[in-house]
């Protein structure tokens, strides 16, 4: 009997672990302590799947032939808040310490407050909430 497999693990190449870490701890993941110094830690996320995040070198240490991807992002992990408001405090603390914000907040089309800032390594992070139902 076959099985089908699961999803499981969101997995990030990481150049500067230590500044991954502050990065997805402002936005409330928990990574064990001393994870600065592992080639490669684990969050549980909510619904049983966890993100791990890998060095460069722990990637080439299997494949030494890996090279970080040039250009624009095909990938972005997005983040709810419970609120408008959230969104925007939310975005203004990690701009404020020094991240790229790619999307100052707004209010989208569908329906959400929608922002978009950069991890260390430019991967797209959303933030979004719903917006309040006008009548």
């Not at 240490?61 to 990938?75: E, K, L, Q, V």
């Not at 925007?88 to 914000?101: K, N, P, Q, W």
Request: glycine share 12%.
């Amino acid at each position: 009997m076959t099985k089908t497999p699961r999803f499981d693990v969101i997995g990030l190449v990481v150049s500067d672990l230590a500044a991954s870490l502050a990065f997805y701890r402002r936005l409330g993941l928990a990574f064990p302590d001393g994870s600065e110094s592992q080639p490669h830690v684990e969050a549980e996320l909510p619904g049983g799947l966890r993100l791990a995040l890998d060095t460069e070198a722990t990637v080439r240490s299997f494949h030494p032939g890996w090279r970080p991807p040039a250009g624009g992002g095909r990938i972005s992990l997005a983040f709810t808040c419970d609120s408008p408001a959230e969104v925007d405090s939310v975005y203004e603390d990690l701009v404020g310490a020094g991240h790229h914000g790619e999307l100052k907040p707004w209010d989208a089309f569908w329906g959400m407050r929608y922002a978009v800032v950069h991890d260390p390594d430019g991967n797209g992070v959303d933030l979004f909430a719903a917006l309040p139902a006008t009548q």
